[in-house]
């Protein structure tokens, strides 16, 4: 029964990278689900352009061209690697001939996952398991690809690989909006063009350094 967002407003141009910095709790996961249409709010509207979606379920969402990669992943275990990948193109019921070309996408940005195709998807670890979850949005986010907390918990080198897979993608595709939570906005200093802070569910224009100094500082106060 608590508000966790409050008058949340802006604007994502096309082709924008955008980190969205906050603390944890913040509310930068609420803020993505609602865009994802888990969390319904109580006033207010959401744009895909201009089309309002507020009546779009959340099911439908990711047909718009939105991909998420949720912080936890969320693979189905009882698919293999490729699998999950497919699986929101196959539900919005994408051609067979798209569903290839993106997927060849994909692997050109990440192929290590050609490689792990076959494998279980409850067999990954975790590290890969954020490769896997980026490719799944990769496959439906045409528009939109809003990405949670990537970072987090991955080793250094799956930290630079992962880094590697999103300058390859910016370079690739200049059309599509890419949103980045981080809780540490130092890991987002090489890709985002735009930076918003979350601060008590209320959303502001920043940058990366300021963000950077107001995490070193609630640091040293804990």
Same mark, same amino acid.
């Given at each position: #029964?608590?508000?966790?967002?409050?008058?949340?407003?802006?604007?994502?141009?096309?082709?924008?990278?955008?980190?969205?910095?906050?603390?944890?709790?913040?509310?930068?996961?609420?803020?993505?689900?609602? &865009?994802?249409?888990?969390? *319904?709010?109580?006033?207010?509207?959401?744009?895909?352009?201009?089309?309002?979606?507020?009546?779009?379920? *959340?099911? *439908?969402?990711?047909?718009?061209?939105?991909?998420?990669?949720?912080?936890?992943?969320?693979?189905?275990?009882?698919?293999?690697?490729?699998?999950?990948?497919?699986?929101?193109?196959?539900?919005?019921?994408?051609?067979?001939?798209?569903?290839?070309?993106?997927?060849?996408?994909?692997?050109?940005?990440?192929?290590?996952?050609?490689?792990?195709?076959?494998?279980? !998807? !409850?067999? &990954?670890?975790? #590290?890969?398991?954020?490769?896997?979850?980026?490719?799944?949005?990769?496959?439906?986010?045409?528009?939109? &690809?809003?990405?949670?907390?990537?970072?987090?918990?991955?080793?250094? *080198?799956?930290?630079?690989?992962?880094?590697?897979?999103?300058?390859?993608?910016?370079?690739?595709?200049?059309?599509?909006?890419?949103?980045?939570?981080?809780?540490?906005?130092?890991?987002?200093?090489?890709?985002?063009?735009?930076?918003?802070?979350?601060?008590?569910?209320?959303?502001?224009?920043?940058?990366?350094?300021?963000?950077?100094?107001?995490?070193?500082?609630?640091?040293?106060?804990?």
């Amino acid at each position: #029964g608590v508000p966790v967002l409050r008058d949340v407003d802006f604007t994502l141009e096309p082709g924008a990278t955008v980190a969205l910095i906050g603390r944890n709790g913040a509310g930068k996961t609420t803020t993505l689900r609602t &865009v994802m249409g888990f969390i *319904a709010p109580d006033s207010g509207s959401l744009y895909l352009g201009d089309r309002c979606i507020d009546d779009i379920p *959340a099911h *439908a969402r990711p047909g718009l061209g939105i991909g998420y990669a949720p912080e936890d992943r969320r693979l189905f275990s009882a698919f293999n690697v490729r699998e999950n990948i497919l699986l929101p193109a196959r539900a919005a019921r994408v051609a067979p001939e798209e569903i290839r070309r993106r997927l060849d996408g994909v692997y050109e940005i990440l192929p290590e996952l050609r490689d792990m195709a076959e494998r279980p !998807g !409850g067999t &990954v670890s975790g #590290g890969q398991g954020k490769m896997v979850a980026l490719g799944r949005a990769l496959m439906i986010g045409t528009r939109v &690809v809003l990405l949670d907390e990537p970072f987090q918990g991955l080793a250094p *080198a799956l930290a630079n690989r992962y880094a590697e897979a999103l300058r390859t993608l910016r370079e690739r595709d200049r059309d599509i909006t890419l949103v980045i939570t981080e809780s540490n906005p130092a890991l987002l200093r090489q890709f985002a063009d735009r930076t918003l802070v979350i601060e008590r569910g209320e959303v502001s224009e920043g940058s990366l350094e300021r963000s950077h100094a107001d995490a070193a500082t609630q640091e040293e106060i804990s």
